[in-house]
């Protein structure tokens, strides 16, 4: 990797935190307008349990020793695709961006050979505004592959929650009770199964993870319809800094669908940010899902506000 003079690229580690943050805000300012990670968020991708980032990051600092770009692989199911993030600061990181993604589809390589494959699928976002980024994930050989679409609402003009449909009931999660948490998973992971790219999580895995989006429990609900599990929700804790509640996942089992289940969910976490003075709700869709669930966000008062392209690249393994 050649780097401008002066410049160094070493290995992350925790005392990075705040100046890998600092990175990633004037980058996400950049790209969809405002800051949309935190420290907590640069510390899980640091202590993730499939990336190792004295082996799969870096980060570059100028002549003065201020971090100006983070570049790292995930792998939130340690099998199937990786994805790899360059973050750069938009006014001095510009041309580090190419010769990172170089070295991460090097590594990349690399972690295909360790886990004894031909080769791996790797994955990155381009968000609008990038156009240099498109121009260089291209010439690296990915093409896209999908497009993710970032919908949002004001809460101050929340209308009162109407009557659930019949049959319909809405509660929140008991998170202290071992079968309705391994019930909510298993909603959760049946309901995605007809999805595009879905790689399920195991239980144990899953569990383990919660932390890494925030579990501010009262958020989380399970819907029934006449006493049967039909459909859950997640939330995330990812937009608090914007006073946003954030929908991380809605889930509805497709005997259930079209039912008024996935809307009674929705206007029950609405409720629910709005009574803790949220000023917005938001969420992120894969316009790909064949569930269509952007006419169903519509319904509630979502819009698009941003969209972001995934790009795709197989890359052999090192030494095939």
């Known amino acids: 990797m050649t780097l401008p003079a002066g410049w160094t690229a070493r290995r992350p580690t925790l005392d990075d935190v705040s100046a890998i943050l600092a990175v990633v805000h004037a980058a996400d300012t950049f790209a969809v307008g405002y800051p949309d990670f935190d420290a907590a968020d640069v510390e899980a991708a640091l202590t993730a349990p499939f990336t190792d980032p004295t082996r799969d990051a870096w980060v570059v600092t100028d002549p003065d020793g201020t971090i100006v770009a983070w570049a790292t692989v995930d792998n939130p199911t340690g099998v199937g695709r990786e994805y790899v993030e360059v973050y750069v600061d938009p006014e001095r990181g510009e041309d580090l961006r190419a010769p990172l993604l170089a070295r991460m589809l090097d590594r990349i390589a690399e972690r295909a050979a360790e886990r004894g494959l031909p080769a791996l699928t790797v994955r990155t976002a381009v968000f609008a505004p990038e156009t240099g980024w498109a121009a260089e994930v291209a010439a690296a050989g990915f093409t896209r592959v999908k497009r993710y679409v970032r919908m949002h609402r004001p809460l101050a003009d929340l209308p009162p929650e109407p009557p659930l449909p019949a049959g319909v009931t809405v509660r929140p999660l008991r998170p202290g ?104 709700v938001g969420l992120g869709v894969d316009l790909s899902n064949p569930t269509a669930p952007v006419t169903l966000y519509r319904s509630v008062g979502l819009n698009e506000v941003y969209w972001a392209d995934m790009y795709e690249l197989v890359v052999p393994a090192a030494g095939v």
């Open 177 to 280: 009770d071992e079968a309705d948490l391994r019930e909510f998973h298993r909603i959760v992971d049946t309901a995605f199964r007809d999805t595009p790219d879905y790689e399920p999580y195991g239980f144990d895995l899953w569990r383990d993870r919660l932390h890494l989006h925030g579990t501010t429990w009262d958020e989380w609900f399970v819907a029934e319809v006449d006493g049967a599990t039909a459909g859950t929700l997640q939330s995330s804790d990812q937009a608090l800094e914007q006073n946003e509640g954030f929908v991380r996942s809605l889930s509805v089992l497709p005997a259930y669908r079209r039912r008024g289940v996935g809307a009674a969910l929705l206007r029950r976490a609405f409720a629910v940010y709005a009574a803790k003075g949220r000023e917005s």
